[in-house]
């Protein structure tokens, strides 16, 4: 105890709070072989539109230009002949992500050499659309790097909170219920129909994951190392 007095408050509070609980069990789609988890097809929206594993650890989705905003749709559950979601893994996370906050992150890789363009293009996104029976339907679109060097790449980590409500387009947040009666999502792509004949991008890395709940006792180390630097202040 007399040791952790003579700590400096930053040491001693950086020292209670690494014995905080480790993050929780994120759920990740990684396509090492194939298109994983849920229900995966190849969805709806815009010309020339497809989706299927790339053959290298990813999902590649191509587009003509303009909206495209759901190329692949990930079914979680449907609740249309059993009530045992397609993916419970990512259901549970989901449902720890709505109790303690989290999110939804992924990978968009662009290679040059894949992309038909006739200019420039003045935006050039991704489509995230998260579908739930009590949250609605909703999209987000997030700006991704285009590289311009021949044989060039360029990726992006696209990331969006998840929270409990009804579905509200690019709030910057994809929303589900706890009492949804499905669950399903949506990957894809909108960009500068003036400018773009066809779009591919490759997804991969598509992450759920909720946020750490300290454990009783790592919340009474804290409250302790709080009183000591305050006494250690007033000293």
Request: net charge negative.
């Amino acid at each position: 105890m007399v040791r952790l007095m003579k700590l400096q408050p930053w040491r001693l509070l950086a020292a209670l709070l690494m014995t905080a609980s480790p993050a929780a069990a994120a759920v990740t789609y990684t396509f090492d072989t194939d298109t994983a988890g849920g229900a995966f097809t190849s969805c709806c929206g815009g010309a020339g539109v497809s989706a299927a594993h790339d053959g290298a650890g990813g999902v590649l989705l191509t587009a003509g230009g303009g909206w495209s905003g759901q190329v692949a749709e990930w079914t979680l559950w449907d609740n249309s002949a059993t009530d045992t979601p397609s993916d419970a893994s990512v259901m549970a996370e989901i449902d720890a992500i709505l109790a303690n906050g989290g999110g939804v992150s992924f990978d968009v890789t662009v290679f040059t050499d894949e992309q038909v363009f006739s200019a420039a293009p003045g935006w050039f996104e991704v489509v995230f659309t998260s579908n739930g029976g009590g949250s609605g339907f909703h999209t987000e679109t997030n700006s991704v790097a285009l590289p311009t060097a021949p044989g060039g790449s360029a990726t992006t980590t696209v990331t969006f909170p998840i929270v409990n409500g009804v579905g509200v387009d690019n709030d910057g947040v994809a929303e589900y219920t706890p009492g949804d009666s499905y669950r399903t999502f949506f990957v894809g792509l909108n960009n500068d129909g003036a400018a773009v004949q066809t779009a591919t991008v490759h997804i991969d890395n598509i992450r759920f994951a909720a946020l750490p709940v300290p454990e009783p006792g790592t919340l009474c180390l804290l409250a302790f190392g709080a009183a000591a630097v305050t006494f250690r202040r007033r000293r």
